[in-house]
């Protein structure tokens, strides 16, 4: 029976042991390799090769499980890379589809070739002129796609020369693909770096930058040099690091103090090593809903055959994209479209927000508006939908209501009832009367 007990307790171990080496399992990346084609010159611009590869992506180098799965018929043997992990961030769940998955992780992967950084804001992160012996070897920098942009990395690797087994030595990574915010709120663009610390290119300083593109329009928001601990002096007014947390944990976030619509567009994120580079794109939206107004407020009281214009006024919205209706609410809780009226064209305020105006002729007669109701001005934004409205009262229509002939019934009781009342007392006073003239001739 203790025999028993001992083969139960330890399957079940092994079970959740199993279980749990699945549900953190790193994944078998599908991936372009692409590398430029040899034999073209002339100065023109070098045509690429593409070939289909396959990454085995684990944490521990002396793993490999991974290489016993067997290879596509489409994916040539000699494509086929082990990449050694130890952050585990290329472990992260939305490059590890469920098998079968229909959607999957974009992956590229290119030849890189180290160099010395040259960047002028910071200090030299090479200081020697030789270049190691330690990069004599194969180089690549490769990019990741995480499913449903809840990650993008940058990776450069390394492998002895015609090696398959490569090391990461750099990774710059953001879960903040892509991000909407609103106007004066803080915004946190997210970026990490991690360096093997076993490289000789670990300790020997970075550099962060971050710079925004925008419809062919670029500026620097800001750099850091790691090295002497230095900002670049072309730093964007309320754009920051938490410079403790880069220095412990690699974290080169940028934080936006107060969300302008200048901000939107698309940032990168770059962070220099020693002949190392690596980097990091998200976009930047900002999004903020309109204000309505309607003009006239309130609306005059409107007779059949008059026309009535009314204007609202859509103002303080980003992005420009926005549709404009209204709709008439009546008395008995029913609603009815009356199209988009006459739109202006945009204008743009100060501090980048749009504004636009629809006109709405309201013909009482041709509209067939009743006794009125709540006439809505609707817009629809990105930023969600907004209402206005504004009561509309038509008097003098030709078909009374069930209200006001409730109404009507209950005046004419009223009326009925004084009547009758101013009889009775009349008709009693001159009988008192008559009475007193008798007595006084008696």
């Given at each position: 029976?203790t025999?028993?007990?001992?083969?139960?307790?330890?399957?079940?171990?092994?079970?959740?042991?199993?279980?749990?080496?699945?549900?953190?399992?790193?994944?078998?990346?599908?991936?372009?390799?692409?590398?430029?084609?040899?034999?073209?010159?002339?100065?023109?611009?070098?045509?690429?090769?593409?070939?289909?590869?396959?990454?085995?992506?684990?944490?521990?180098?002396?793993?490999?499980?991974?290489?016993?799965?067997k290879?596509?018929a489409?994916i040539?043997?000699?494509?086929?890379?082990?990449?050694?992990?130890?952050?585990?961030?290329?472990?992260?769940?939305?490059?590890?589809?469920?098998?079968?998955?229909?959607?999957?992780?974009?992956?590229?992967?290119?030849?890189?070739?180290?160099?010395?950084?040259?960047?002028?804001?910071?200090?030299?992160?090479?200081?020697?002129?030789?270049s190691?012996?330690?990069?004599?070897?194969?180089?690549?920098?490769?990019?990741?796609?995480?499913?449903?942009?809840?990650?993008?990395?940058s990776?450069?690797?390394?492998?002895?020369?015609?090696?398959?087994?490569?090391?990461?030595?750099?990774?710059?990574?953001?879960?903040?693909?892509?991000?909407?915010?609103?106007?004066?709120?803080?915004?946190?663009?997210?970026?990490?770096?991690?360096?093997?610390?076993?490289?000789?290119?670990?300790?020997?300083?970075?550099?962060?930058?971050?710079?925004?593109?925008?419809?062919?329009?670029?500026?620097?928001?800001?750099?850091?040099?790691?090295?002497?601990?230095?900002?670049?002096?072309?730093?964007?007014?309320?754009?920051?690091?938490?410079?403790?947390?880069?220095?412990?944990?690699?974290?080169?976030?940028?934080?936006?103090?107060?969300?302008?619509?200048?901000?939107?567009?698309?940032?990168?994120?770059?962070?220099y090593?020693?002949?190392?580079?690596?980097?990091?794109?998200?976009?930047?939206?900002?999004?903020?809903?309109?204000?309505?107004?309607?003009?006239?407020?309130?609306?005059?009281?409107?007779?059949?055959?008059?026309?009535?214009?009314?204007?609202?006024?859509?103002?303080?919205?980003?992005?420009?994209?926005?549709?404009?209706?209204?709709?008439?609410?009546?008395?008995?809780?029913?609603?009815?479209?009356?199209?988009?009226?006459?739109?202006?064209?945009?204008?743009?305020?100060?501090?980048?927000?749009?504004?636009?105006?629809?006109?709405?002729?309201l013909?009482t007669?041709?509209?067939?508006?009743?006794?009125?109701?709540?006439?809505?001005?609707v817009?629809?934004?990105?930023?969600?939908?907004?209402?206005?409205?504004?009561?509309?009262?038509?008097?003098?229509?030709?078909?009374?209501?069930?209200?006001?002939?409730?109404?009507?019934?209950?005046?004419?009781?009223?009326?009925?009832?004084?009547?009758?009342?101013?009889?009775?007392?009349?008709?009693?006073?001159?009988?008192?009367?008559?009475?007193?003239?008798?007595?006084k001739d008696?």
């Amino acid at each position: 029976m203790t025999d028993f007990s001992t083969i139960y307790k330890l399957s079940l171990v092994t079970v959740f042991g199993l279980v749990q080496a699945c549900s953190s399992s790193c994944p078998v990346l599908e991936c372009w390799f692409v590398q430029e084609k040899a034999g073209r010159g002339g100065g023109l611009t070098a045509a690429t090769s593409q070939e289909k590869s396959l990454l085995h992506i684990r944490t521990d180098a002396h793993s490999r499980s991974a290489g016993s799965q067997k290879v596509p018929a489409d994916i040539n043997p000699d494509r086929v890379y082990f990449v050694t992990d130890p952050a585990a961030t290329l472990c992260h769940s939305s490059l590890n589809p469920p098998r079968g998955s229909v959607n999957k992780p974009q992956c590229e992967i290119n030849p890189f070739l180290p160099q010395p950084s040259s960047l002028k804001w910071a200090a030299p992160l090479t200081d020697s002129a030789l270049s190691p012996v330690y990069l004599q070897a194969d180089w690549f920098s490769t990019s990741y796609q995480g499913l449903k942009k809840q990650l993008t990395v940058s990776s450069i690797t390394r492998a002895p020369t015609a090696s398959k087994e490569h090391d990461v030595i750099l990774t710059v990574s953001s879960k903040t693909v892509s991000v909407k915010a609103r106007l004066g709120e803080p915004v946190l663009l997210d970026c990490n770096f991690w360096v093997d610390p076993t490289s000789p290119l670990s300790g020997s300083g970075f550099a962060v930058e971050w710079r925004y593109q925008f419809r062919g329009d670029g500026r620097l928001v800001l750099a850091y040099d790691g090295k002497t601990d230095r900002l670049a002096d072309a730093q964007e007014e309320g754009a920051t690091l938490d410079f403790e947390s880069l220095h412990e944990k690699g974290n080169a976030s940028l934080i936006l103090q107060e969300a302008k619509v200048r901000h939107s567009g698309l940032y990168i994120c770059t962070t220099y090593l020693p002949y190392l580079v690596a980097q990091v794109a998200m976009e930047l939206e900002i999004v903020e809903p309109p204000s309505l107004s309607i003009y006239p407020s309130p609306l005059p009281l409107a007779v059949p055959g008059q026309t009535l214009t009314v204007q609202c006024e859509a103002s303080g919205f980003a992005p420009l994209s926005l549709e404009l209706s209204w709709e008439l609410k009546g008395a008995d809780g029913s609603s009815r479209p009356l199209g988009s009226g006459s739109i202006s064209g945009h204008k743009q305020a100060w501090d980048g927000t749009y504004s636009q105006t629809t006109r709405l002729e309201l013909d009482t007669t041709a509209l067939d508006l009743g006794r009125g109701g709540e006439l809505i001005c609707v817009a629809a934004h990105l930023g969600g939908t907004r209402q206005a409205s504004v009561t509309l009262n038509v008097i003098g229509f030709s078909a009374p209501s069930i209200e006001d002939s409730m109404a009507m019934v209950g005046v004419a009781l009223v009326l009925y009832g004084l009547i009758k009342f101013v009889s009775w007392t009349v008709t009693s006073s001159g009988s008192d009367e008559a009475a007193t003239k008798d007595k006084k001739d008696k």
